[in-house]
């Protein structure tokens, strides 16, 4: 039998991919519509749920301890105290500290099989419209690698809208996750072997490393150094000049990625 090129020409990018540190793990949608699928996982629950903290002075968000591992932490104490006052600023402080939840799955972008299995982030909303189509009898098992199913996905900000927003239409048909234009089965089996491992796509923060920011953004420099109880950073009442009045691009990413 003679040489398939479509796999070779699979296999030198994939390679390429490789050679160049491997890409990022994250895939996110561009404006406008690309074909995704699903890919099932050794679990049988290819959707996964993490939640993260943002608004800490500069830092860029991280895992929760509280949420993620059961872990008490000087964050969460401190939400909850804020909540518990029940003032307007307090409210509100609260509402830009307190973890928010996010999902994620692993997919396969139709046109790029090449750079492999990559992980979707998207919020609640997009999660509920996946879940439906998922217990939807029509469509059976979506991520099966025979008979699975394509899902169209549109993504943008329309008119009037403060975020973008995705809608996601499955295809009309079932189709297996790899054919002979992409690779084949072989290369199929070579792409569910190397599916980003979920424990590992976030670094994770201990509750000192978290009282550590949250002390800084609470007190700048000067008050860590005139403040030396923990206790007394924590059970302060004060709200940072500014804290929440504006957000940086790092909040405002967050923003539109919950919203998608």
Not at 143 to 168: C, I, M, N, R, W
Not at 247 to 256: G, I, K, L, P
Request: with cysteine; proline share 7%.
């Amino acid at each position: 039998m003679a040489i398939d090129m479509s796999k070779m020409r699979a296999r030198k990018q994939a390679l390429e991919n490789r050679g160049n540190g491997g890409g990022s793990k994250f895939w996110r949608p561009q404006d406008g519509e690309q074909t995704i699928r699903i890919v099932p996982t050794a679990d049988g629950d290819p959707f996964k749920d993490f939640w993260f903290h943002y608004n800490v002075g500069d830092n860029p968000g991280f895992l929760s301890p509280k949420k993620n591992f059961g872990e008490d932490d000087p964050l969460d104490a401190f939400v909850r105290k804020l909540f518990n006052e029940g003032t307007e600023d307090s409210v509100r402080m609260a509402k830009n500290l307190m973890a928010r939840q996010r999902f994620f799955a692993p997919v396969i972008v139709r046109g790029e099989e090449a750079k492999g299995v990559r992980i979707w982030g998207f919020g609640k909303t997009v999660y509920e419209q996946l879940i439906n189509l998922v217990l939807n009898p029509e469509y059976g098992d979506i991520t099966d690698p025979e008979t699975g199913t394509d899902l169209v996905l549109h993504y943008g900000k329309p008119a009037g809208a403060s975020f973008p927003q995705t809608k996601l239409t499955p295809r009309r048909r079932h189709s297996p996750l790899c054919d002979e234009t992409n690779g084949g089965d072989e290369y199929c089996a070579e792409l569910m072997e190397n599916i980003p491992d979920f424990n590992t796509l976030f670094e994770r923060k201990t509750p000192q490393e978290v009282g550590d920011m949250l002390d800084a953004f609470l007190l700048g420099d000067e008050g860590a150094e005139a403040t030396s109880s923990e206790t007394e950073k924590y059970n302060s009442t004060t709200v940072p000049p500014g804290s929440t009045a504006t957000t940086n691009s790092v909040d405002r990413a967050f923003d539109e990625l919950m919203n998608a």
